[in-house]
């Protein structure tokens, strides 16, 4: 039986409010159904992203799964009175997904990230070594780095296809990881994809993760913004988000 969801709407995009369990359970059900299910990991700056992106805006809200990463929309939730029950961050949920995989002996595909992470090896065949080691079991199907053209695209699909992958991991930032899932999910074989941004750096180790203290406290956006002061202007938007859902609620 299809697991109930619960979701908390925020100007239009339904967000699902679950935890890291249900979550879990979902990924689960996913993981039987035929087609290639679109799992997205949003924060509040692809929301925003998708009020002047009306081909964002519609993949959002025909994801299978969205995932609420980013203490803005906890704090959006609770200030809209439609509280989520907690942050479940992309990475571990990813991580999650991948021990779950080992158990079972199913294949990942990993697509993204740079092709150097260090001595000309990709920095998703160094995730990919990473996650094998850590949960044995798990059959990496392939890995391609993410810089390449429109045109290479059929082919990467075509790759990913033949590798016999379950579950495809992107790493291409937001919202291009999103996009490319969108355009050729109905092409794709594996049961699921998703958007894991930073993630393969982090795991590579060509990424430093926040320390707990930051991730505690929900300032890994201000980590980040340490490690790389050039996403300044990105993150210029969090306290734009926080007047639109102020400004929201004012009109409720
Ligand atoms: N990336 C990529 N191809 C691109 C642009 C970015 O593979 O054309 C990779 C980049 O190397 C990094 C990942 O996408 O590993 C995530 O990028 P970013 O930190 O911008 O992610 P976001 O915070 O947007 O999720």
């Known amino acids: 039986m299809a697991i109930q969801r619960e979701k908390m709407h925020l100007w239009g995009i339904p967000i699902d409010r679950v935890d890291g369990e249900t979550t879990m359970a979902i990924f689960e059900e996913l993981m039987e159904t035929p087609e290639c299910s679109m799992i997205v990991t949003p924060n509040s700056e692809i929301i925003m992203a998708a009020s002047k992106d009306a081909e964002l805006e519609r993949l959002l809200c025909e994801a299978d799964l969205m995932i609420p990463d980013g203490i803005g929309l906890v704090y959006a939730s609770k200030i809209l009175k439609q509280p989520l029950a907690e942050r479940v961050t992309g990475i571990d949920f990813a991580d999650r997904a991948l021990a779950r995989l080992a158990e079972e002996g199913k294949s990942v595909y990993f697509l993204g990230s740079k092709p150097d992470g260090g001595d000309g090896v990709s920095v998703a065949r160094m995730a990919a070594d990473r996650k094998a080691q850590e949960h044995p079991g798990l059959v990496i199907a392939g890995t391609r780095d993410g810089y ?105």
Do not use: C
Request: aromatic residues 8%.
């Open 148 to 252: 390449f053209k429109p045109e290479d695209e059929e082919e990467i699909v075509a790759q990913i296809n033949a590798s016999g992958a379950e579950l495809l991991l992107v790493a291409l930032g937001s919202p291009k990881q999103e996009k490319f899932i969108q355009r050729h999910r109905h092409q794709l074989k594996a049961k699921v994809a998703i958007g894991v941004g930073g993630s393969l750096d982090v795991w590579a180790g060509t990424l430093k993760r926040a320390p707990e203290f930051f991730r505690k406290h929900g300032l890994e956006w201000l980590y980040r913004l340490i490690q790389e002061p050039s996403r300044y202007k990105r993150m210029a938007v969090l306290p734009l988000f926080m007047i639109k859902v102020i400004v929201t609620k004012g009109r409720k």
